[in-house]
Every structure is written in C-alpha cells, then in structure tokens.
C-alpha cells in the first residue's frame, strides 16, 4: 500500500489537504487533542471510508468538526448548556453531544442513526485553518486503527494507518495529547459527562455553577467509543506499579526512575501530553508495560481512564 502524502503546515499544505476533502479522500490533521482521521461529513462514501480505514465497528458515530460556534450552530439545535460550555471552553478539547437538526445534510454514518451528533470547535491554529480553507463539517475520530492507542504526531498516524489515509498534515506534537471531554448537553438541564478528556470536568462545572452527571461508559448508546479495551498497546499493561518487574517496560509518574516518565516533576498537563507518546515508543520494545499510579483528579482523571482501558483484557 502506498504511503501517505506529508503536507507541510503552510498555505500549499492546507490548500492540498481541503482540496483532497472535497474530493471525497481522507486526510489526517492535528488538532490540540490527538491527529483526527478527517473526512467530509456531508460525503457518505468519504464517510464510510474512515470506518474501513480504521476498522471500526459501523455503529460507533463520530465527532464532526467545525470552525467557530455560528458554524456548528446552523448544524445543531442550540441549548443553554452548550451556550455556558462552549463559551468557556471553545475553541477547545470539548465535544457537545446535541440534537442534530433534520436539515442538516450530515451523512447518517457520522451519527450511526442517532438523532444527536457530537460537536467540536478545535483550537489547533492548522485544524483552524484547515476547516476555513474546506468551508464544512469535518468528520474526524482519532487517526489509529480501532482499538490502538491515539496518535499525538503524524509518524503515530502513518504507523497506524499506512496508505489508508491519502494525506497527512503535518502539525507536530498535538499539546494536549488527550481527546477531547465529551459533554451530553442535548437535554435541558442535565448536562451529562459521557468521556473524560483535555478539559477536567471540575473546570466544566465551575463554568456549569453544579455538577456533571456521569454516565456509565457500559451502557447501550452513551458513549459507543467506550469500549473497554481500547488504546491497547501489542503486550500487557499493568497499573498502579510501586515497584518493576523483570522485563518490564516501565512508565513512571513523578519522582520515580523509569524507562520513560509521564511527568518527573508530577504535572497532570505535562503528563496528558505524554501519555499516548510514551505508550507508542514502550510499546516498540514489545515488553509488557508497567506503569506508576497517577493520582485521580484534574486532568489525572482521563489519563486513568485512557490507562484503564489500556490495560482491560482484550477479546
Ligand atoms: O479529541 C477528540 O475528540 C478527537 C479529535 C480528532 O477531535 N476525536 C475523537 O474521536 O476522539 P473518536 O471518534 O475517537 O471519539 C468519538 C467519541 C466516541 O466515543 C463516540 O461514541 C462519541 O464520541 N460520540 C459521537 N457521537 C455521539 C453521540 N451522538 N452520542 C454519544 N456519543 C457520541
Ligand atoms: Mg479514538
């Protein structure tokens, strides 16, 4: 399979990458979060081929991106949680999950037949940029193969996916390196926390002035993307390590000697951002992993999450 096209971060890159959108092909752009595997959101062909590409179960929808809240708004019917959240937090690392509106032109596979899509505004200045140039919604789930830990640089994402994808926008190091918070603020009232991400939920309910619901990752529809094993390197993983073992590779978290460390000084930010680096270049040895406990607040909260799932046992 023929590897895929490195376009520069510059006016000709972005001028490739959208006119390749509007052809129906699929590229990859970073945004602060992780590299999403873009398409056309209106283009049900373009669509169905970020499923294949990333072997993704067909019922699993995805998050469409856009450039400014007026954008997402002729989309979507508009709620008074989403007005509060994405005041505060967009552009940013936060998805709305809301009604779609029946008019919206948005290919069915972006939702998998629900009658809510999720929402994202991204602050990365090349994502920015790129869905100027394009002019429309940009379907994107992270740019891995189903079930493989995210990409957070365009090496993660031609690793992954090789040839599947036609282009890859080359934007660095994304700085957040988690994906983005997923917020159900479809229903008055009751906003409802279905992923945590690069926003801490305690900052989305200062800005709420009350508490997030959560909803339970297992249940039927909530959030299809949870599964339980996922961002799964090739060997085991093992959490909340105080001491390693023979052959492993090991992560650590604040001042403990290891392989590779999240974040020696123990900064939450620091250590989001190289999570999913880290897990790629331990997972390259093809050791087991082991890795130190990460305490659970802030953003600690989705690095757990995303460990967890890292470490369930795969089907
Ligand atoms: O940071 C991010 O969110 C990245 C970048 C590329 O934007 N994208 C990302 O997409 O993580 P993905 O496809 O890996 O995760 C999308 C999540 C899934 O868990 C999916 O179930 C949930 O969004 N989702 C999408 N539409 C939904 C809906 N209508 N209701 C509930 N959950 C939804
Ligand atoms: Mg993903």
Redesign the pocket.
């Known amino acids: 399979m023929s590897q895929p096209l490195r376009l520069s971060p510059d006016k000709t890159g972005i001028a490739r990458a959208s006119a390749l959108l509007k052809d129906g092909a699929l590229v990859a752009l970073p ?1 602060e ?4 595997l873009g398409a056309d959101a209106r283009n049900d062909r373009a669509v169905a081929e970020i499923f294949s590409a990333k072997g993704r179960p067909s019922f ?4 469409v ?1 856009l450039p400014d809240v007026e954008a997402v708004r002729s989309y979507v019917e508009w709620t008074d949680t989403a007005e509060i959240l994405a005041s505060a937090f967009w552009p940013g ?1 936060l ?1 709305l ?1 809301l009604p779609l509106r029946p008019d919206s032109g948005i290919a069915p596979l972006v ?1 998998a037949g ?1 009658s ?3 929402v ?1 505004v ?1 602050a990365h200045p090349l994502a920015q940029a790129l869905l100027r140039a394009f002019g429309g919604p940009v379907a ?3 740019a891995n193969r189903s079930g493989q830990i995210s990409p957070t640089t365009a090496d993660h994402v031609e690793r992954s996916l090789g040839g599947r994808v036609a282009a890859i926008l080359d934007g660095g190091p994304c700085p957040v390196g988690l ?2 918070t ?1 917020v ?1 603020a479809s229903e008055a009232g009751a906003p409802c926390l ?2 945590p ?2 926003i801490p939920a305690e900052a989305l309910e200062q800005a709420l002035g009350h508490p997030l619901e959560i909803r339970d990752g297992s249940e039927a ?6 599964l339980r094993s996922h961002y799964a390197p090739a060997e085991t993983v093992r959490l909340n390590a105080t001491e390693w073992r023979e052959g492993e590779a090991t992560l650590g978290f604040g001042p403990v000697s290891a392989d590779l460390n999240l974040s020696p000084a123990g900064d939450l930010t620091e250590a989001a951002a190289n999570l999913f680096g880290h897990l790629h270049a331990l997972d390259e040895t093809g050791r087991p992993i082991a890795v130190s406990p990460v305490p659970m607040h802030g953003l600690g909260c989705a690095i757990n999450d995303r460990l967890s799932r890292a470490a369930a046992p795969r089907d």
């Open positions: 945004t979060t992780v590299y999403g699993n929808p995805l998050i991106h690392a998805t999950v939702t629900l809510t899509v999720a994202r991204p994107a789930p992270s994906e983005s997923i159900d279905l992923r991400g690069g529809i909530s959030a299809p993307g949870q």
